[in-house]
C-alpha cells in the first residue's frame, strides 16, 4: 500500500510494545496523526480523555473531516461531551481499537480523504 501513496506520507506499519511504527520510525507512546506529519499525545487510556486533548487536532480543523480514535484495547465508548467538542469545528470522531484505527487510518490515507488519527498506544 505503501509503495501507492505519494512520497511523505505516514503511513502506519506496526503498532505494540507501547508505541507505533509510522514511515519506517518506531515511535514511543501515544501519537496523533496526520497525512504528512505526527506528534506525541500524552494520553495513556480512554478515561484520561478530556475535550482539551484535542487541541492540535482542532488547531488543524481545516485539514481533517474525520477523525479517527484509538481507544486501545478497551471498548470505544466516548462521551457526548468530546463529540460535541469536535463537532464544533466540523471533525466527525470515530473510535475504534487501535488496530483499527492504524489499519483504518493507512486505508482513508490510501484514498486522499481529510484525515487524522488520535491513537492510544498498546
Known sequence: MSEDLPRGRKVVSGYGDGGFRIAGERVDGSVIL??????????????????EH??????????VDILLLGCGDVPPIIGQDLRDALKVHNIVIDAMGTGAACRTFNILLGESRAVAAALIAV
Request: charged fraction near 20%.
Open 34 to 51: 496526520f497525512p504528512e506529519r505526527f506528534l506525541a499525545w500524552n494520553v495513556s487510556a480512554l478515561s484520561d480523555l478530556r475535550p
Open 54 to 63: 484535542f487541541s492540535d487536532i482542532i488547531a488543524s480543523a481545516n485539514e
